[in-house]
């Protein structure tokens, strides 16, 4: 199994910035795409910023401009760098990560979710 552990969320004023730490763990043979996600009270989950082993980024319109996410492949992390936030980025925040596995003497694909870390942005 793939377990990923998130840190960093907490409440924050408007305008002030996180930053989130989401590091893997546990058997697989390599990691493809990293992210973060997030769902606020009665929305549905949606993408924040994802990023590639070679480092493709691709991140949400409503974050361009303000987040960063970065990664540290030999580490097997990812982090996210929220800065200028919103009382709309409030949401619990999920890392994600696919990729590949040994089972059963066969390599199989994987996903795994963390179990998310709370955002809170208020005054």
């Known amino acids: 199994q793939v377990q990923l552990v998130e840190s960093g969320g907490g409440l924050v004023q408007p305008g002030g910035s996180l930053r989130l730490s989401c590091a893997a763990s546990?058997?697989?043979?390599?990691?493809?795409?990293m992210g973060w996600y997030r769902q606020a009270p009665g929305k549905q989950r949606e993408l924040v910023a994802t990023?590639?082993?070679?480092?493709?980024?691709n991140y949400a319109d409503s974050v361009k401009g303000r987040f960063t996410i970065s990664r540290d492949n030999a580490k097997n992390t990812v982090n996210l760098q929220m800065n200028s936030l919103k009382p709309e980025d409030t949401a619990l925040y999920y890392c994600?990560?696919?990729?590949?596995?040994?089972?059963?003497?066969?390599?199989?694909?994987?996903?795994?979710w963390g179990q998310g870390t709370q955002v809170t942005v208020s005054s």
């Open positions: 990023i590639t082993s070679i480092g493709t980024i």
């Open positions: 546990g058997s697989f043979f390599s990691i493809n795409a």
């Open positions: 994600n990560a696919d990729g590949s596995r040994w089972y059963e003497g066969r390599l199989t694909d994987f996903g795994s």
